[in-house]
């Protein structure tokens, strides 16, 4: 009997291993008679292992495209300076009697994962217009390919206003299923992008908040089915009012 073409979800979910065994088996047999969609959910491994890397600081040599380790490298040691130094004030606070206390609370701020760390990782990593799946230089076309993967998602804005131009986009994996990258441009070169997933264990609902990054600032939220987040250069002074136009239509 002819099995069902498995549906973008089932795909992500093949990709984590998330399928159940029997729907995996018939998940595998397709793929064996559509080598394009198995080339297709090989590319998504990668990002998947790409990004995965770039968060924990580990290369990983068979990727299709080499990691900036460099940037990588500046991003996880200026990430570590904070923390260190967030430790030297809480241990100036409790004084020497609290170590024990002190070095529990210090290893705990270190396994905490950051908000969107994933979104400025994508950004560095994806942003580029040969990493991109599609090129799209209109909005319409743009939201035609991001309803035909998300079809929760509401509208995007039109980003002209902000001197900002449709670049294309990227469709990622993580552990909560797709996730895409949208990129945008201005008469500059100067690039932004909206990252957007379904929510996760540690961030499943999010209020509007932001962070900087090295040369990065990430703004994120929470709306509908998603977490989205915009980012952007530190000095880019349209981060906030882009932030708060894309909140209002997503």
């Known amino acids: ?71 990588v490298q500046r991003s996880l040691r200026q990430r570590r300076q904070r923390r260190l130094a967030s430790a030297a004030v809480l241990l100036l606070a409790v004084g020497l009697g609290g170590l024990g206390g002190w070095q529990a609370r210090t290893a705990s701020l270190a396994e905490q994962p950051l908000p969107m760390a994933d979104a400025l990782q994508a950004h560095r990593l994806f942003a580029r217009s040969d990493a991109l799946d599609i090129q799209a230089r209109e909005p319409a ?22 001197g900002l131009q449709p670049v294309g986009a990227r469709l990622l994996s993580n552990e909560q299923g797709p996730a895409a990258l ?39 939220w929470s709306h509908g089915a998603y977490n989205f987040a915009l980012v952007s250069a530190v000095d880019d002074a349209r981060g906030e009012p882009l932030r708060q136009a894309l909140d209002l239509r997503l």
């Open 1 to 71: 009997m002819t099995q069902l073409i498995p549906s973008e979800e089932e795909l992500h979910a093949f990709v984590d291993e998330r399928l159940a065994p029997a729907r995996r088996a018939e998940v595998q047999a397709w793929l064996a008679a559509n080598p394009a969609q198995a080339a297709r959910l090989r590319g998504w491994q990668d990002d998947a292992r790409r990004l995965r890397a770039a968060l924990a600081g580990a290369s990983v040599q068979s990727l299709a495209e080499p990691l900036d380790l460099r940037q």
């Open 141 to 162: 076309q743009l939201q035609r390919w991001l309803e035909g993967h998300f079809s929760q998602v509401g509208q995007l804005p039109d980003l002209s206003g902000y």
């Open 182 to 220: 949208l990129v945008f441009e201005d008469a500059q070169g100067q690039r932004i992008s909206l990252f957007l997933r379904l929510p996760g264990e540690h961030f499943a609902r999010m209020p509007s908040g932001q962070r900087s990054d090295g040369p990065l600032e990430a703004r994120y």
